[in-house]
């Protein structure tokens, strides 16, 4: 029994949903318009300002996708009406990040900038040079690009410089020490 994909959808005001033929779903919203498909298996119902997804057995493929589906449904209700933020900081002297065009650049010890160029379904800002804002109505979209620009330079654990999420706790390893004679 999947306990989130029997989880009803209520949807806000303001949202309008619709289902097209093979369960294409498009989501509109003040934010924007979504749209993907979904397993043409699952029935997918409008009850009322109430979603549901309803999978047609009880095989193993079916009961896995069926949390999935209903998740991805309700990712998208919520990008469109709230939208979806990570937040970045970046620590480490000389380390610093801007937004030249529609290009993210950072300069995080390399030889080189390295620069990432920014989806223009995604809002990047860049305060004080060393905290970057990622805003957007995809939640995929925007872990996916937050996470491409933390691998740029991880957090290391000796002196904890690199890119990091705001809040994320970083270990910290003692050092080598002295031997003594």
Do not use: C, W
């Not at 949807?11 to 934010?31: L, M, R």
């Not at 047609?56 to 309700?74: A, F, M, V």
């Not at 620069?115 to 305060?127: A, G, Q, R, S």
Request: charged share 30%; proline share 4%; net charge positive.
């Amino acid at each position: 029994m999947s306990r989130i994909g029997n989880k009803a959808i209520t949807i806000p005001s303001g949202v309008e949903v619709q289902i097209k033929d093979g369960n294409e779903v498009t989501v509109k919203g003040p934010k924007g318009t979504l749209t993907r498909s979904f397993l043409p298996e699952y029935e997918l119902k409008i009850e009322d300002g109430v979603l549901t997804v309803v999978r047609p057995n009880d095989e193993k493929r079916t009961k896995q996708i069926h949390g999935t589906t209903r998740s991805l449904i309700s990712n998208m209700i919520e990008g469109v009406s709230n939208g979806f933020k990570k937040e970045l900081d970046i620590v480490g002297i000389g380390y610093r990040s801007s937004v030249q065009g529609t290009k993210l650049v950072l300069q995080v010890g390399y030889s080189h900038p390295t620069e990432f160029e920014i989806p223009k379904e995604l809002d990047v800002k860049v305060d004080k040079n060393t905290h970057i804002t990622v805003e957007g109505i995809d939640k995929q979209l925007v872990g996916e690009f937050a996470a491409n620009v933390r691998a740029t330079r991880k957090p290391e654990p000796y002196l904890g410089k690199g890119i990091r999420y705001t809040g994320e706790h970083v270990r910290r390893k003692e050092g080598k020490t002295a031997a003594k004679k």
